[in-house]
Structure formats: C-alpha cells, structure tokens
C-alpha cells in the first residue's frame, strides 16, 4: 500500500493519475478506524479509479485540548486495516507541519450561518478549523468525489457550503451512519467508553427514535421536553443539546413545514466524552 508522510511526494504520485483521466475517490479521517470509515472506503472504492485515505487529527478544529491530546491515535493498526481492506488504497499520514507548514492556525469562514447552530454554539472556532482542513486536504489531493458519513451531518453541510463558495471541483457524498450493534453510532470515541458506557449510551439512538414517532403527532417543543425529561431521569449522562432542524438551512424548527426536510441533532456527554448523533425525521 503506498504510503505518503509529506504532501510534495503525494502530489507528484497523484498527478500521473489525473493525467491519465481516472478519478480519485477520498476518505479524509482522523484515524482510529472504525467499520463506518471502511464502509465509506468501500463505497468510494466502488466509484472511483483510486482511492486516498487521510488520517491526520487536526489541531485547529479541537476548541477543548484536553480532547485533542485524549483523541485515540493508532496509526499502524489504522495501516493493517487499509491493507486488508484493499492494499490500492494510497494513504496519505502528514504531520501538523506537513499541513501548516509549522503555522497551526484556521483561515476563517462564512457558511451562511450554518456554523453558529449546535456543534458551532458549543464548540468555537471548530467549523473554521474543519473548513480549514478540508479544504486544505482537497488542495493536496485534487479529488473528484469525497465521502462523509452523516453521523457528522453539520460538518457535512459545512464542508458542501465551502466547496460551494470556493468553487471547488469536488463531489461531496454524504454516506448513511454506521452503528454498533446495540445502535450506538460509530465513533473513534467510542474507544474511550468502558464496555458498560457503551452499552448504556445506546440509549441516545433509542431516544432519537422515540423522538422520530413523536414527530409526526408533536410539537417540537414538546418532543424537546420530553428529551430532556429523559435524560434528567439518566444521570449518568449529560444532555448538551437535543435541536430538531430544518436540514437545509440547520436553523432551529419552531413550527413545522411540509414542504421542509426535518433532522433531530443530539450531543450528550458520557464520563467526559462527547458523543452525537441524528436521525432524519421525514
């Protein structure tokens, strides 16, 4: 499997590639792969020529450092899993230098408001930091089509607003969310809950159910209560927020629109780790 450390190398290896007219499919991650980035690795392998994988966990998008120094960093069981999942894929591991050239710093963006609503009132300056990346990373790679799970469906919404403002010649995909067996949402946080707390945390997917039938019969602010109410009822998780929104715009439904496509966001804290997830409600 080719594996690239610098993106001098991966630039001049890729270029051939483009010339030729195949398509180059990519998976940015931050490593820690779990079965939802494979299947996203699956299906751009499917679609594209070649496939490039990045893990690189970028410091400018973490607003907590604590996270960023916890995040799960395990980069040659990440190289086997590639490897027995298919050894085309071209792996690109840079440095933090590599990327800033030794300035770690986030350019800053307008996504039309997108990034002021749930992860943006909680987390500062996170989205800059992800538009930063990515857009950085689709620079270095050039790719015609790139895949996102939509257990990130913020960041997914994001990452289409900033290829669409900066004229990027890039398909973003968004893929269906990976869960674990009891529902829980795949996450390379996930690693950092004991068996038990992930067993518990499957709680977050049941409620979004719930919250899924009470859709078509309640009001928002009813549903929102009624969240609320259960997590008071679980104290061994933290509710930091529950939003059904419209999933164009991710502004807050305080009335609901036929005509409108409607998702539930969740973040809930677990022993200090912050987990989300969202369902659509259409």
Not at 159 to 187: D, Y
Request: proline share 4%.
């Amino acid at each position: 499997m080719p594996i690239f450390y610098g993106k001098a190398p991966l630039m001049d290896y890729l270029k051939s590639i483009k010339d030729s007219q195949k398509t180059i499919g990519f998976v940015p991650t931050m490593g820690a792969l779990h079965e939802g980035h494979l299947a996203l690795m699956k299906k751009s392998l499917q679609e594209n020529d070649t496939t490039v994988v990045s893990i690189f966990v970028n410091p400018t998008q973490f607003n907590n450092p604590e996270d960023l120094e916890k995040y799960p960093r395990t980069l040659e069981e990440d190289i086997k899993k590639l490897t027995n999942l298919d050894d085309s894929i071209i792996l690109y591991a840079p440095t933090v230098e590599d990327i800033y050239d030794g300035k770690p710093t986030s350019q800053s963006f307008d996504f039309d408001g997108l990034e002021n609503q749930m992860e943006g009132k909680f987390r500062p300056g996170h989205f800059n930091g992800v538009g930063t990346i990515v857009k950085r990373l689709f620079e270095i790679v050039t790719p015609n089509n790139a895949y996102f799970g939509e257990k990130d469906f913020q960041q997914l919404q994001i990452v289409k607003k900033m290829v669409s403002k900066n004229k990027l010649q890039v398909k973003v995909v968004g893929c269906p969310i990976h869960r674990e067996a009891n529902n829980l949402a795949m996450s390379s946080r996930n690693e950092r809950l004991t068996p038990q707390e992930r067993e518990q945390a499957s709680l977050i997917y049941k409620i979004l159910r719930t919250a899924k039938e009470k859709f078509s019969k309640d009001s928002t602010l009813t549903i929102s209560k009624w969240v609320q109410k259960a997590f008071e009822n679980n104290t061994q998780f933290t509710l930091e927020y529950f939003t059904i929104a419209d999933e164009a715009t991710l502004l807050t439904c305080t009335r609901k629109n036929k005509t409108k496509k409607y998702r539930a966001f969740i973040a809930v804290i677990v022993n200090n780790i912050r987990l989300i997830d969202t369902i659509s409600l259409n």
